[in-house]
């Protein structure tokens, strides 16, 4: 007769109760209204029955343990919302609190992921025991979404790891830890193999532990590593500055600010005011801008993306055997482990023995690394680097299902390789090239099998870069896309999907920024300046720096072969402010970038011994007044207008995979949740972005002129949403 409950209520004839999490509404729990009522109701009902009852299990009947917050409520709160999410906040954590201090053991039974809400809710458990599986992850990433674990997380984790390993292991970067893991970092105390070996321990704590008390309700408690009033603490200081710039350095990112403040703040004072002050830190992120964009980007776009929007539905899906990877350099070697790590056998080819092996030598050395820091075992490592086989013999390709080419930027040496090993693979062979730059429609022209063949866009570094850009030429066949679609996952990487253009989507829209920031140097600016906005715009490279890295050689050949191509197609080619001072640097100075010992920079043995003092005397002007601001906003502009283009040309076919990859693959600063959603965000939603583009225009060029699909969605008051999602 009872309601249905979000939370399950078992007891046994011991007087051990089990509190299931299990929403009967969704299929997974989170935080939401109905949660909070069970949970009322759960912990009302232990208080009145606590001497009936020896301890409490707290588990859950699906997959993940409890997945947090729950992101369409928080995705919609408003400055106006204050009140009530500040009010909903210290509910949640006063019923936390009452379980806490019930008097009575409480285990977490952690049968899957934990994170956010989730760990929250183990770590107001005075014992937690994890579930030993690939699925389990442990850790509060609310600060990748722009929020602060407003649940306790910071309140508890600095009492129980102290202010410094609770900022850095936990909060500041958002780590999501594997069982063993979270138990050396201290994150739980247990790890179990399988279910019931994780029930019985939970038993076994209860047991041995009749009146459990979290450590810091136990008198002359005191904070790991101590606080900033104690001497201990200041032995600590020393360590903070340099592993938080990164987090603090100048950008829009409130959140590592306001989780740093709510810890260190919070350390002063009790539990119970420590919990408001974290309370309202919470609710001043929740309900401001940047954890919308964050949120919008990182979890509902990267749903989109991964769910397979973007993929053929009527293909069935199908798994890659063994991969050919043509060319074992810098890309080729990373994408040979990347498909090595998920199991799939790797044939790797260059023109001789020697460079293949030296290829598949580069998974041996990322091997070691994750072995000397325990994220690997030898066992891995060796089953790993075994299904990498090094050749120089076409004939070794038979039987390959997949072939990825990364051989030299080519397009003449691309077309050689494919026509080489066409007839060796498997007949039906997926066929992908890791060009950065040629289309692909032009490329399958060499190519038997155009239905076949498709672009597979990866980035440097292949083993950490999470993004792959699918390039459909004109022949492309639906199998082909969503044959490579299922690859890029099977790899465990995100895809994105777009059509074919000179420079596709992300190298075109990169250009924009690298470009903008060198019209700036042609414009007198100081090159100190270009470099400091674009840190504060967000950028995680700088503008000049990652030239520099890029090669300025790259940027004079692909102007070059763009003018051709818009000239031969009887199009005018209006240069770019920035192309007049990469040629002068290249020709006139001899700089081409960090691998040629010197470029913007100056390098000693590789490294940045700083800005080349030429520049100013080359370049730079005594009277330029341009409003910093207006720098910043001019790099992140010139991106998400061309972005818009892109939607234009029909390049770009989804909102979800503009935002995802721009993030992800080029470095689009994360606070703004990607090149569209910048403009759904921007102050005045579409409308105030045309605007504020015109003003640019007006000042600096006719390339910040709004295209005239922002012109008609501003006139309309509409704003991005997936529309390919929404079909
Ligand atoms: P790389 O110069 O490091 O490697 C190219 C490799 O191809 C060399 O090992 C070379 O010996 C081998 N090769 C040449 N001819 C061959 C043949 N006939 N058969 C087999 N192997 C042959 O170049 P990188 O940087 O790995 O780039 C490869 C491709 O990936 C290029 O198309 C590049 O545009 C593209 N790309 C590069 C990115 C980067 O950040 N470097 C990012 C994304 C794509």
Same mark, same amino acid.
């Given at each position: 007769?009872? !309601?249905?409950?979000?939370?399950?209520?078992?007891?046994?004839?011991?007087?051990?109760?089990?509190?299931?999490?299990?929403?009967?509404?969704?299929?997974?729990?989170?935080?939401?209204?109905?949660?909070?009522?069970?949970?009322?109701?759960?912990?009302?009902?232990?208080?009145?029955?606590?001497?009936?009852?020896?301890?409490?299990?707290?588990?859950?009947?699906?997959?993940?343990?409890?997945?947090?917050?729950?992101?369409?409520?928080?995705?919609?709160?408003?400055?106006?919302?204050?009140?009530?999410?500040?009010?909903?906040?210290?509910?949640?954590?006063?019923?936390?609190?009452?379980?806490?201090?019930?008097?009575?053991?409480?285990?977490? #039974?952690?049968?899957? #992921?934990?994170?956010? +809400?989730?760990?929250?809710?183990?770590?107001?458990?005075?014992?937690?025991?994890?579930?030993?599986?690939?699925?389990?992850?442990?850790?509060?990433?609310?600060?990748?979404? +722009?929020?602060?674990?407003?649940?306790?997380?910071?309140?508890?984790?600095?009492?129980?790891?102290?202010? #410094?390993?609770?900022?850095?292991?936990?909060?500041?970067?958002?780590?999501?830890?594997?069982?063993?893991?979270? %138990?050396?970092?201290?994150?739980?105390? !247990?790890?179990?193999?399988?279910?019931?070996?994780?029930?019985?321990?939970?038993?076994?704590?209860?047991?041995?532990?009749?009146?459990?008390?979290?450590?810091?309700?136990?008198?002359?408690?005191?904070?790991?590593?101590?606080?900033?009033?104690?001497?201990?603490?200041?032995?600590?200081?020393?360590?903070?500055?340099?592993?938080?710039?990164?987090?603090?350095?100048?950008?829009?990112?409130?959140?590592?600010?306001?989780?740093?403040?709510?810890?260190?703040?919070?350390?002063?004072?009790?539990?119970?005011?420590?919990?408001?002050?974290?309370?309202?830190?919470?609710?001043?992120?929740?309900?401001?801008?940047?954890?919308?964009?964050?949120?919008?980007?990182?979890?509902?776009?990267?749903?989109?993306?991964?769910? @397979?929007?973007?993929?053929?539905?009527?293909?069935?899906?199908?798994?890659?055997?063994?991969?050919?990877?043509?060319?074992?350099?810098?890309?080729?070697?990373?994408?040979?482990?990347?498909?090595?790590?998920?199991?799939?056998?790797?044939?790797?080819?260059?023109?001789?023995?020697?460079?293949?092996?030296?290829?598949?030598?580069?998974?041996?050395?990322?091997?070691?690394?994750?072995?000397?820091?325990?994220?690997?075992?030898?066992?891995?490592?060796?089953?790993?680097?075994?299904?990498?086989?090094?050749?120089?013999?076409?004939?070794?390709?038979?039987?390959?299902?997949? /072939?990825?080419?990364?051989?030299?930027?080519?397009?003449?040496?691309?077309?050689?390789?494919?026509? !080489?090993?066409?007839?060796?693979?498997?007949?039906?062979?997926?066929?992908?090239?890791?060009?950065?730059?040629?289309?692909?429609?032009?490329?399958?022209?060499?190519?038997?099998?155009?239905?076949?063949?498709?672009?597979?866009?990866?980035?440097?570094?292949?083993?950490?870069?999470?993004?792959?850009?699918?390039?459909?030429?004109?022949?492309?066949?639906?199998? #082909?896309?969503?044959?490579?679609?299922?690859?890029?996952?099977?790899?465990?990487?995100?895809?994105?999907?777009?059509?074919?253009?000179?420079?596709?989507?992300?190298?075109?829209?990169?250009?924009?920024?690298?470009?903008? +920031?060198?019209?700036?140097?042609?414009?007198?600016?100081?090159?100190?300046?270009? !470099?400091?906005?674009?840190?504060?715009?967000?950028?995680?490279?700088?503008? %000049?720096?990652?030239?520099?890295?890029?090669?300025?050689?790259?940027?004079?050949?692909?102007?070059?072969?763009?003018?051709?191509?818009?000239?031969?197609? +009887?199009?005018?080619?209006?240069?770019?402010?920035?192309?007049?001072?990469?040629?002068?640097?290249?020709?006139?100075?001899?700089?081409?970038?960090?691998?040629?010992?010197?470029?913007?920079?100056?390098?000693?043995?590789?490294?940045?011994?700083?800005?080349?003092?030429?520049?100013?005397?080359?370049?730079?002007?005594?009277?330029?007044?341009?409003?910093?601001?207006?720098?910043?906003?001019?790099?992140?502009?010139?991106?998400?207008?061309?972005? /818009?283009?892109?939607?234009?040309? @029909?390049?770009?076919?989804?909102?979800?995979?503009?935002?995802?990859?721009?993030?992800?693959?080029? @470095?689009?600063?994360?606070?703004?949740?990607?090149?569209?959603?910048?403009?759904?965000?921007?102050?005045?939603?579409?409308?105030?972005?045309?605007?504020?583009?015109?003003?640019?225009?007006?000042?600096?060029?006719?390339?910040?002129?709004?295209?005239?699909?922002?012109?008609?969605?501003?006139?309309?008051?509409?704003?991005?949403?997936?529309?390919?999602?929404?079909?």
């Amino acid at each position: 007769m009872s !309601e249905p409950t979000t939370i399950r209520w078992e007891q046994d004839a011991d007087g051990v109760v089990t509190l299931v999490l299990d929403d009967p509404a969704q299929s997974a729990n989170t935080m939401n209204a109905a949660f909070t009522e069970s949970l009322d109701a759960v912990v009302d009902r232990l208080e009145a029955g606590i001497d009936d009852i020896r301890g409490v299990v707290v588990t859950s009947a699906k997959k993940t343990f409890f997945a947090g917050g729950d992101l369409r409520d928080l995705i919609r709160a408003t400055p106006e919302d204050a009140e009530q999410v500040f009010a909903g906040t210290l509910r949640i954590k006063r019923l936390l609190r009452r379980l806490e201090t019930l008097g009575k053991p409480v285990v977490a #039974a952690i049968n899957g #992921a934990a994170l956010g +809400g989730g760990y929250e809710i183990a770590l107001a458990c005075h014992h937690r025991i994890a579930l030993d599986t690939p699925g389990t992850k442990i850790g509060l990433p609310e600060v990748t979404l +722009g929020l602060l674990p407003g649940g306790g997380g910071v309140v508890r984790t600095v009492r129980l790891l102290g202010i #410094a390993d609770a900022l850095l292991k936990v909060l500041l970067q958002g780590t999501q830890y594997s069982a063993p893991r979270a %138990l050396a970092a201290g994150l739980i105390h !247990e790890v179990a193999a399988d279910r019931d070996a994780m029930l019985a321990a939970a038993r076994a704590f209860i047991d041995a532990n009749p009146e459990s008390r979290q450590p810091w309700d136990v008198p002359g408690y005191k904070i790991p590593g101590g606080t900033p009033k104690t001497p201990a603490f200041a032995a600590n200081l020393p360590a903070f500055p340099a592993n938080l710039s990164k987090q603090l350095a100048g950008a829009p990112y409130p959140a590592p600010r306001n989780i740093l403040a709510a810890a260190v703040e919070g350390s002063q004072v009790d539990f119970e005011n420590a919990s408001v002050i974290e309370a309202r830190y919470f609710t001043e992120l929740a309900c401001g801008p940047i954890s919308k964009n964050m949120i919008q980007a990182f979890f509902f776009d990267m749903q989109a993306v991964n769910s @397979g929007a973007g993929r053929p539905a009527g293909v069935p899906a199908r798994q890659v055997t063994r991969v050919a990877v043509l060319g074992a350099g810098m890309m080729g070697a990373g994408i040979a482990y990347s498909c090595a790590r998920a199991g799939i056998d790797v044939v790797l080819k260059d023109v001789t023995l020697e460079a293949a092996e030296r290829g598949k030598a580069y998974s041996a050395r990322l091997l070691d690394k994750a072995l000397a820091k325990g994220r690997t075992t030898a066992e891995k490592r060796e089953a790993l680097l075994a299904r990498i086989t090094p050749t120089a013999e076409p004939a070794d390709l038979a039987g390959c299902d997949a /072939v990825i080419e990364a051989v030299f930027e080519d397009a003449a040496l691309k077309h050689k390789v494919f026509q !080489e090993i066409e007839d060796i693979v498997a007949p039906d062979a997926l066929l992908c090239s890791n060009t950065s730059t040629l289309p692909i429609s032009e490329l399958a022209e060499g190519v038997g099998r155009a239905a076949d063949f498709i672009g597979l866009h990866f980035f440097s570094p292949v083993d950490r870069m999470p993004l792959v850009e699918i390039i459909k030429g004109e022949r492309t066949g639906e199998e #082909a896309l969503a044959r490579a679609f299922d690859l890029v996952r099977q790899i465990r990487k995100t895809p994105i999907v777009v059509n074919d253009s000179r420079g596709f989507f992300t190298s075109r829209v990169i250009s924009n920024f690298i470009n903008e +920031g060198v019209a700036m140097i042609a414009e007198g600016v100081p090159a100190a300046s270009v !470099e400091q906005a674009a840190a504060q715009a967000g950028y995680p490279a700088k503008v %000049l720096s990652l030239l520099d890295e890029l090669t300025l050689t790259l940027f004079v050949r692909i102007s070059r072969e763009t003018r051709a191509a818009v000239e031969a197609a +009887g199009g005018d080619w209006s240069a770019h402010p920035a192309e007049a001072v990469i040629d002068r640097m290249v020709e006139e100075f001899g700089r081409t970038g960090r691998s040629g010992g010197a470029g913007f920079y100056d390098y000693a043995d590789g490294r940045r011994t700083g800005l080349w003092p030429g520049l100013a005397e080359h370049f730079g002007k005594k009277d330029v007044e341009i409003p910093f601001a207006d720098l910043k906003e001019r790099m992140l502009f010139s991106e998400s207008l061309d972005s /818009v283009r892109l939607l234009e040309e @029909g390049v770009l076919t989804s909102v979800a995979d503009a935002n995802v990859g721009s993030v992800l693959g080029i @470095g689009f600063p994360a606070w703004t949740g990607g090149v569209l959603q910048y403009v759904n965000g921007y102050p005045g939603g579409v409308a105030g972005f045309t605007a504020r583009a015109r003003e640019l225009a007006a000042a600096y060029g006719e390339r910040f002129n709004p295209p005239a699909l922002l012109v008609a969605m501003a006139e309309r008051g509409e704003t991005f949403t997936d529309r390919r999602a929404a079909g």
